[in-house]
T-cell receptor, first 113, second 114 residues
Framework: AQSVTQPDIHITVSEGASLELRCNYS??????LFWYVQSPGQGLQLLLK??????LVQGIKGFEAEFKRSQSSFNLRKPSVHWSDAAEYFC???????????FGAGTTVTVRA | SAVISQKPSRDICQRGTSLTIQCQVD?????MFWYRQQPGQSLTLIAT?????????ESGFVIDKFPISRPNLTFSTLTVSNMSPEDSSIYLC???????????FGPGTRLLVL
């Protein structure tokens, strides 16, 4: 069975500082990997996704993620955070032949001035 | 990506009643999904709804409690039946779109059961 672990429940970062959110997955084959963001009172917005090819994926809002097969990880990064990046971030994994996604528990990001 | 709307955006309901949540997409999609996000929790898939067939429910979810309709390729409803306070959650619909089994989500319906 597939599973996703986001080790950090809550991260606080200063505006302008860099951000890295960790995601580890367990899956028998190479999965499809996703990062979603949920701003307060909003639904989920897709930030980026990885299926194959270049292991460094660029997304919206200046985010990128790197797939590392050897570490079963798909960490999300942003070089310089903005106050509007305060939100909850979810990593998700799905098999290549199915739409059933498994979500991590989420990481809440707080941005301080 | 598809534009997805949900109605109502939020509601407060009494226990024992039922609420029907609507999900509307601006384009035709084959697969629609319903998720539950309990307070402070991640998302859990309730069921997959394909047009023209019965919804497929995940373990722990049953049709009597969460009946789903999918009358056409742009619309679906989820009913939360005989509600209890434990049903207080955000209910989100999503649709398949793009490559690689990508899902796009609606804004969610925030339900509080008293």
């Amino acid at each position: 069975a597939q599973s996703v672990t986001q080790p950090d429940i809550h991260i606080t970062v200063s505006e302008g500082a860099s951000l890295e959110l960790r995601c580890n997955y367990s899956y028998g084959a190479t999965p499809y990997l996703f990062w979603y963001v949920q701003s307060p009172g909003q639904g989920l917005q897709l930030l980026l996704k990885y299926f194959s090819g270049d292991t460094l994926v660029q997304g919206i809002k200046g985010f990128e993620a790197e797939f590392k097969r050897s570490q079963s990880s798909f960490n999300l990064r942003k070089p310089s955070v903005h106050w509007s990046d305060a939100a909850e971030y979810f990593c998700a994994v799905g098999p290549s032949n199915d739409y059933k996604l498994s979500f991590g528990a989420g990481t809440t990001v707080t941005v301080r001035a | 990506s598809a534009v997805i709307s949900q109605k109502p955006s939020r509601d407060i309901c009494q226990r024992g009643t039922s609420l029907t949540i609507q999900c509307q997409v601006d384009s035709q999609v084959t697969m629609m999904f319903w998720y539950r996000q309990q307070p402070g929790q991640s998302l859990t898939l309730i069921a997959t709804a394909n047009q023209g067939s019965e919804a497929t429910y995940e373990s722990g979810f049953v049709i009597d409690k969460f009946p789903i309709s999918r009358p056409n390729l742009t619309f679906s409803t989820l009913t939360v039946s005989n509600m209890s306070p434990e049903d207080s959650s955000i209910y989100l619909c999503s649709v398949e779109g793009g490559s690689g089994e990508t899902q796009y989500f609606g804004p969610g319906t925030r339900l509080l059961v008293l």
